[in-house]
Structure formats: C-alpha cells, structure tokens
C-alpha cells in the first residue's frame, strides 16, 4: 500500500521547508497551453449570476483548506529540496499561469461549493453556508500562481492565508474555523490541541468516482466522533473487558471527540434542507462507520448521538470487518479515522480517508482489526 504523502505516512514534517509538501513522482498539472485556453472563472457551474457575497465567520461552517492537499504540488518541492527556496520561488513565479492538479482535498471542497449553491437557491439571504479558506505556508509571490488555478478550476475560494512558512493555527482560530485539513501532521496535532477539528489527508493511487450532486462525508466513531474511552479500556483490560465495559455503562454518554462538533455543524446545514422538504434528495448525507459490534457496543454509540441531538443518515457497526469495501460503496468524499491501519484500507479501495491523530491509538497503532471499540 502506497499513500502519498510518504513523510506524512511516517508521521514526520519539514520545518525548514515553507510549504513541506511531499514528494512523488506523479504529474503536477496541465500543461501551459492547456492553461492558456482555459475559459473565465464561470459562476454558472454554481447556479449563480452574479458573485455571492462572502458569510461573516461567526455565521458560516468554515473549512480551511492547505494548498498542498487541495492541490498537487510535488514537482515544486523537488525544485525547493534540490535548488533551495530562492529557486523555488523564481520556479513558481516562472510558473504561474501553469495550473496546478487536483488534490485529494478538492472533490470535497466541489461538493462544498455544490451544496452552497443549494442553500444560496433555497436561502437567498442566509449567511449559514460553507466557507472554504485557502491556507498555505507559501510565500506571497505565489499566490498568483494560486489564484489562476482557483480561476482555471471553477473554484470559488476567496479568502486566503498565505504564511510565508509560519504556523496558520493563530489564523485558523481567527476565522473560527470548523474543520482543518492538511498534509503536514504536527500542524494537524497543533491544531487539534487547540480545539480546532483537523486531520490529515493522504493522496493514494486510486481514487474512486464520487458524487457530484451530494456531499458524502463518513465518520469512524471512538477517538472521532467520541472520545478514547472506549479504546483504552481495550488496551488495558482486553476484549472481554471492553464488552463488560459497554455493558456497564449503556447509559452514560460517551465524551466528545474532535470532530463531534464537525458533525453538528453538517446537521445543522442539513435541517435547513429538511425545513423545505428536501430530506429524502439531501445534498448531504452523513455516515458512522464503526468497527464496534451492534449487539455489544453499539447501542452506546447511538444513545450517545441521540442524547447530543445528532444523528447520521446510515450507521455501519463492522464488528471488525475491513472498513474499506463498505467505503468503496459509499463513496464519500472524505472518511476520517483515527488509526492509519483504517486510513490505508480505504486508500486501497480508493477512498480519499484523512487520519484524526487523537487518542491512545497514536501510542499503540492497530496492527489487526478486531472485534471492539475500534
């Protein structure tokens, strides 16, 4: 199994590199005459005639994005390990109008702008929509280079955070961000320490189709949605002990994980839908995807998400079967779990997976799927 970025893979970032974004040996982007018949920025492909008004950040579900997963950008961090950051930057600017790729970040950040176009139809006034935020570590002079591929891909990205190589989190809190996602895994750790909802994503080498009319996102449930708890009473009293465990305590909720809060702000924007009659076609829909057991510890789980006022559209309670073959046929647009052994599985059956480096599974990584919490 192959998952690109390798140094994110391992765990590891750059701080020396402005942008850290890894290296393979894939293709960047279009070529420049490619770029050069590239038509304007087309504000129909989002059902619009004029261009919308941005939402104040107090009023929107805010999901900042890093260049380097919305993007590919491999052949510019050869140039930079291999020429340094002044070539670099000549090489960008030399560059700009060459587009670069898709990432594994921009079939969601699609899917965002598709449900915006929904709510703006329905709401017209209404300030709760998504509101994508470019961060990036690069330097100023490329954001030039940037902008044209935002134009060139139909993006409607208009707010950005350009570091010039220093840390985003301070911005990142700044615009109350609801949702992080990045290639560089300190910065995830760092934000998650701060309470803002992050992950790691990971560019592998198949990629399954997926909507391009609802926004799927699915969601692993202990040390994601939930707390550690569970796990660690795994780790330290066993299989059995987890069950009783379970049993135990049905009825006392399980505590918040990092991305409870990410999951409220999707139903949130969901009740709009179903206010005007749309829950049956939703543009989004979500899904817990859980290796714990129906029977013996699932109940729980669902207590615990009815109690908090949240619901998923489907819950699929695994009892340790592979997760990657249920993801292949939902087909979402991001999946996020905690342990990479879960990460790699769905990256083999083709599904854009981003790893939630919280909780005792970051000391202890999963080495076989079992039937528990996890």
């Given amino acids: 199994m192959n998952l690109d970025p390798v140094q994110v893979m391992k765990g590891q970032s750059n701080p020396k590199d402005p942008t850290a974004a890894p290296v393979t040996a894939s293709s960047n982007g279009d070529g420049k005459g490619a770029w050069e018949e590239k038509e304007e920025f087309d504000q129909g492909h989002l059902g619009l005639t004029t261009k919308p008004l941005l939402p104040k950040p ?43 790729a898709p990432g594994p970040a921009f079939s969601f950040v699609k899917a965002l702008e598709a449900v915006n176009a929904r709510l703006r139809e329905l709401y017209p006034e209404s300030e709760e929509l998504f509101d994508i935020v470019l961060v990036t570590y690069n330097h100023a002079h490329v954001g030039v280079r940037l902008i044209n591929t935002i134009n060139h891909h139909n993006l409607f990205i208009e707010r950005f955070c350009m570091t010039g190589g220093s840390s985003p989190i301070g911005y990142l809190k700044a615009w109350q961000t609801n949702l992080y996602l990045s290639a560089d895994a300190e910065k995830v750790r760092e934000a998650l320490s701060e309470g803002i909802a992050a992950a790691t994503m990971f560019m592998s080498n198949k990629l399954t189709e997926v909507s391009q009319t609802q926004l799927r996102v699915a969601f692993d449930g202990d040390a994601v949605l939930f707390s550690d708890e569970s796990e660690r009473i795994f780790k330290a009293q066993g299989l059995d002990g987890f069950f009783q465990h379970e049993r135990d305590n049905e009825d006392i909720l399980l505590d918040r994980g990092p991305l409870k809060d990410f999951l409220a702000s999707l139903g949130k924007l969901q009740k709009k839908f179903y206010a005007k009659g749309h829950r049956l076609d939703c543009p989004i829909r979500t899904y817990l995807v859980t290796a714990r057991s129906a029977a013996s510890s699932g109940i729980r789980a669902l207590k615990t998400l009815r109690a908090w006022g949240l619901e998923t559209d489907e819950a699929l309670f695994l009892a340790g079967a592979p997760k990657g073959p249920m993801l292949e046929k939902i087909r ?31 000391k202890h990584p999963h080495k076989k799927s079992l039937n528990t919490g996890k």
């Avoid at 919305?70 to 050869?78: G, H, I, P, S, V």
């Avoid at 979402?332 to 599974?361: K, L, N, R, S």
């Fill in 58 to 100: 107090e009023n929107a579900v805010t999901i900042a994005v890093s260049s380097r997963v919305l993007f590919r950008t491999e052949t510019e961090q050869k140039v930079y390990e291999q020429k340094g950051v002044e070539e670099y930057l000549r090489y960008q600017v030399e560059h700009e109008n060459e587009p670069f």
């Fill in 332 to 362: 979402p647009h991001i999946y996020f779990d905690d342990q990479m052994f879960h990460v790699e599985g769905a990256a083999e059956m083709g599904t854009v997976a981003a790893h939630v480096p919280y909780g005792i599974a970051q």
